[in-house]
């Protein structure tokens, strides 16, 4: 499930799902992205083994522009450097739940981001050894 595609089934969409993240997940900041993550059984039905969420709010980017474009870059810059957190947890039997949250005030540019998301995926990878 490693490839450089930003399959349907590792979007984590389903309402039960997120809103048992927001409640009992743990979170931290890596600016200008808040991250909230959580770890459960793997199971048979769970096809993919990393579900992720990335939101912009529309309270702090009202024009959906800004947002769509945020959105854009977060999503390939995950999708680029995935890569080494799949291999981090291939030997584990859990399932990560994780949602990408941004909250800077201000848009950064594609690089930026691309460092921040390797940061936060390094974070995760030493947080899940």
Do not use: C, W
């Not at 409640?23 to 770890?39: A, D, M, R, Y």
């Amino acid at each position: 499930m490693s490839s450089l595609k930003f399959h349907k089934k590792e979007r984590l969409s389903s309402r039960a799902e997120i809103d048992s993240l927001f409640k009992s997940g743990k979170s931290f900041v890596e600016f200008p992205f808040k991250v909230i993550h959580q770890s459960v059984p793997h199971t048979e039905n769970n096809l993919s083994e990393i579900g992720v969420l990335i939101t912009i709010p529309k309270r702090i980017y009202k024009k959906a522009v800004d947002r769509n474009l945020l959105r854009r870059r977060t999503k390939e810059a995950y999708r680029l450097h995935k890569s080494s957190l799949y291999k981090a947890l291939e030997k584990k039997e859990i399932k990560l739940k994780l949602a990408l949250i941004y909250i800077g005030p201000k848009p950064m540019n594609y690089n930026e981001i691309s460092s921040k998301i390797i940061l936060i995926l390094n974070r995760l990878i030493t947080l899940y050894e």
